[in-house]
């Protein structure tokens, strides 16, 4: 069954440093998505992209973030200047073109920002 | 107010039995609901989805949902040890899913 990827599983920063996290969503989904768990709190809503613009973002969203589909296949969310509160779990999902609402969620990728 | 409210927990419930997670919202303009299932460290994954009033059975899982109420319901039958996790519950609003905190469930053998 396919399966959205993400990579890096762990990434360790240093503060202020730019970060740049990756998804392959599954091949036929249309909708891209980011969100981010912080150790211990829910799981929040960043960003939703389709046809090569963002949808919606959220309030945490601010202009150190972006996200980009460079080719066919990944879609990456940048962190321009890491903060020391950008320490999370950060889930990437897809959603097929029939059911744009049914999120299917990828491993993660753990970032911890020093 | 909470945007989605569910019970914490722990749920303990006793393997074979029934478990109950409850969850009410606050927008009204949701128009599906879904449940995930969260392994600790491990990313949501997708167990039920809801559109309409009503009840939705698959295979162990029957999730109920009330609109007037703002309200859905997840009933886990025969629950297995497996299926201690946490539960969450996600209304969706056009592209964005709003996630509750979860419930966290054991189930003792």
New interface residues.
Partial sequence: EPEVTQTPSHQVTQMGQEVILRCVPISNHL?F?W?RQILG?????LV?F?NNEI??K?EIFDDQFSVERPDGSNFTLKIRSTKLEDSA?Y?CAS?PPDR?????????TRLLVL | QKEVEQNSGPLSVPEGAIASLNCTYSDRVS??F?W?RQYSG?????IM?IYSNGDKEDGRFTAQLNKASQYVSLLIRDSQPSDSATY?C?P?N?????????TTVTVRA
Avoid: R
């Fill in positions: 909708y998505y969100y709190q829910k799981v929040e809503f939703s389709y949808s919606e959220s779990m889930f959603s744009a609402q049914t999120q299917y969620f990828g491993p993660g | 128009q599906s879904f995930y491990k990313s949501p994954e997708l989805s969450l996600a969706a056009d592209y964005k899913l709003s996630f509750g905190a979860g």
